[in-house]
């Protein structure tokens, strides 16, 4: 039992010598490390896989609906924004910052197109069955629009489909 003690009690001077140096030994916390690893994964992570809102959250693939195939025409784009107009009840100023933060979150959309489930994830709950309606009838909207539906289109329509079909919700839009 001595020998517990006065080896414990040389880890503990060893430790405070070193902190009077200047040796920072904060890292030695695990409570401080855990806060810093959850920070860091907090900002570091792709702000696409956090959208706890069912609006924006569909407002983001309808613009990768569009934007699948390669860039969005200005007719597109002004088709678009009144899609979400209308779906979404807004103005068209706040139709435009919509479009403008899908755009900007969606960015060149490698990592939205393979990754719907963990998209859709954290709003999945807040989806009422009108809202799921409503949401796959405006990205095959989005997909029809310019020259129709190309299979690719098609093929992530029906993966965001597969997706909202898993589960009920209870809100509404707004």
């Given at each position: 039992m001595h020998?517990?003690?006065a080896f414990l009690t040389a880890v503990a001077g060893l430790l405070y010598a070193l902190e009077r140096v200047g040796i920072d030994l904060g890292w030695l916390n695990p409570w401080a490390w855990k806060r810093r690893r959850a920070w860091r994964n907090q900002t570091?992570?792709?702000p696409v896989f956090r959208i706890d809102n069912p609006m924006d959250a569909i407002a983001l693939l309808a613009a990768a609906t569009a934007k699948i195939d390669g860039d969005i025409s200005i007719e597109e784009k002004e088709k678009l924004k009144a899609?979400?107009?209308s779906t979404f009840?807004?103005?068209?100023?706040?139709?435009?910052?919509l479009f403008g933060s899908s755009i900007f979150l969606l960015g060149p959309g490698d990592e939205v197109y393979p990754n719907v489930e963990k998209i859709l994830k954290p709003s999945l709950e807040g989806f009422t069955d009108e809202q799921k309606t409503l949401s796959i009838t405006l990205l095959r909207e989005v997909a029809a629009l310019g020259a129709?539906?190309?299979e690719t289109q098609r093929q992530f329509?029906?993966?965001v489909e597969g997706v909202l079909s898993q589960d009920s919700g209870t809100k509404n839009w707004g």
């Open positions: 020998v517990l003690i570091t992570g792709n899609l979400y107009q009840n807004m103005t068209e100023q706040d139709a435009v910052q129709g539906a190309t329509v029906a993966e």
